[in-house]
């Protein structure tokens, strides 16, 4: 019998994390944009010295949400407190199980009383379009799915654009497109700004941590908008360098926001076995893959907390409710893992690329540069002797810090400064992944150091969810 559902895949194999950790998907590609532009080591230093122009057109969903009872909907499927929520406004929207497990998170944008528009990765989307199938909400969903990550060829088309400039002249090429100072942007609001012939949405935003905005607009418009960008620029006199889809995904090591935790979907009866039989077999969710050292028999502990990556401090207590509530208030409280990044040791990180060097010998798992993204979510041991004390979830190479970067999660009671060892390579060889060779595991001593380990990020990012601690 054909498999329908991520609830038909599971009924006949249960056994998810073998399914997961040996997926055929092969690697995660940020699709449609261009590898290089010039090359990734001055492409990551141009947000650091410059100003860097990153596409952001392609590699999320955007989800719109409107009707009257759009806001309620939403706030009933997040965790956030909507009451300052106004009009020109962004948040950082996460969606958490019943069980309390974050299942993603994504920007979202009020637009009107009645309309929001959501941009990020699959399983928000997947899981709010679910709870709007399924319940009595007077709403309209539209979704607008990332594009084609292979598209060989096929014309590719979105609903907007969406480009963000940052770095430390980007002041410069806003206001000599705008034709004067920009208005006074504050972090996560938006308003309009000129570029050219055309009034476009701003947001004060940063995905690399430096100072920048995020614009979108009509798909159709992006052409036009590309030139003005880079007019203005050459104008302003101002080194814009465009950015890569190499280096993109890089930029969060600086900044300290980690990208794709694994949702916790897999268990849990009720609302969430709904879901699974909604889940298309070829979701995001039924054919992902988990990559890293880290083998468990249980999927759940895979799965991490708002607790863990910081997000509680914007939960809305005084919701009379929302999914996941009463599960989170039982974890208030307690002690929790803890967000960090991890600083690789570079005598280490050598030995691992020298390795492919030796003849004659097996060689340890390959370490990709920028950024070794081999699975849709990446679970490496972190070991303090022969116990785990963490997980490291994110990881690459940092051309400004010259230095291989994880983002993860520590035990409570491990501290900055602490040296570990973080498992490079999977066991046995390496799993079925296409993605992945036959290899060897490394050892890899790790320092653990602030989130967001730039100081340019520390010091001057918007006091937010990439600097609070949980």
Not at 177 to 205: C, E, Q, W, Y
Not at 278 to 302: K, Q, T
Not at 364 to 379: E, G, L, M, V
Request: charged fraction near 25%; proline fraction near 5%.
């Amino acid at each position: 019998m054909a498999q329908s559902s991520l609830g038909d895949i599971l009924r006949e194999n249960p056994d998810v994390v073998g399914r997961l950790r040996n997926s055929q998907i092969g690697m995660y590609v940020y699709p449609v944009v261009t590898p290089e532009f010039s090359n990734w080591r001055t492409e990551q230093a141009a947000w650091r010295h410059s100003a860097v122009l990153f596409d952001q057109s392609h590699h999320m969903d955007e989800l719109t949400v409107e009707g009257p009872d759009a806001e309620k909907f939403l706030s009933h499927h997040g965790i956030n407190n909507f009451a300052n929520f106004d009009l020109n406004r962004a948040k950082h929207f996460v969606p958490v199980t019943p069980n309390g497990h974050v299942i993603g998170d994504h920007i979202i944008f009020r637009e009107r009383q009645d309309k929001f528009v959501l941009v990020g990765r699959a399983p928000t989307s997947n899981w709010l379009m679910f709870c709007a199938a399924n319940g009595k909400w007077n709403i309209r969903v539209k979704h607008d799915p990332r594009s084609t990550s292979r598209p060989e060829g096929e014309r590719v088309l979105r609903t907007h654009y969406r480009y963000q400039i940052q770095g430390p002249e980007a002041t410069k090429i806003f206001e000599k497109m705008h034709g004067g100072p920009v208005p006074d942007i504050k972090f996560f609001h938006t308003d309009f700004i000129n570029i050219g012939s055309k009034k476009v949405r701003a947001l004060r935003h940063g995905m690399s941590g430096a100072p920048g905005l995020e614009i979108w607009g009509p798909y159709e418009d992006k052409s036009y908008i590309l030139n003005c960008i880079l007019e203005a620029a050459r104008a302003a006199n101002v080194d814009l360098v465009r950015c890569g889809s190499r280096a993109y995904s890089t930029n969060t090591l600086e900044s300290g926001w980690i990208p794709s935790p694994l949702p916790g979907i897999y268990t849990g009866d009720g609302m969430l076995a709904d879901y699974r039989d909604w889940l298309a077999a070829d979701s995001y969710e039924s054919i992902g893959a988990i990559g890293g050292s880290y083998v468990s028999d249980n999927i759940e502990d895979y799965y991490v907390t708002p607790f863990e990556l910081g997000y509680d401090f914007y939960i809305g207590w005084k919701k009379d409710d929302f999914v996941g509530k009463a599960a989170l208030e039982k974890m208030k409280g307690q002690t929790h893992r803890k967000k960090v990044t991890f600083e690789w040791n570079a005598e280490d990180v050598v030995d691992v690329i020298a390795s492919a060097f030796r003849p004659g010998e097996d060689h340890y798992k390959w370490i990709d540069f920028p950024q070794p993204n081999y699975a849709s979510t990446s679970a490496d041991m972190v070991m303090r002797d022969d116990k785990m004390v963490g997980m490291s979830m994110f990881n690459g190479y940092s051309y400004n810090e010259r230095c291989m970067l994880s983002l993860g999660v520590v035990n409570d009671d491990v501290q900055v400064g602490d040296v570990l060892t973080l498992v490079w390579g999977e066991p046995d060889g390496g799993t079925r992944k296409t993605s992945t060779e036959r290899h060897k595991q490394a050892e890899i001593r790790v320092r653990v150091s602030p989130t967001p380990y730039a100081a340019e990020a520390r010091e001057n990012y918007a006091d937010s969810w990439r600097s609070k601690k949980s």
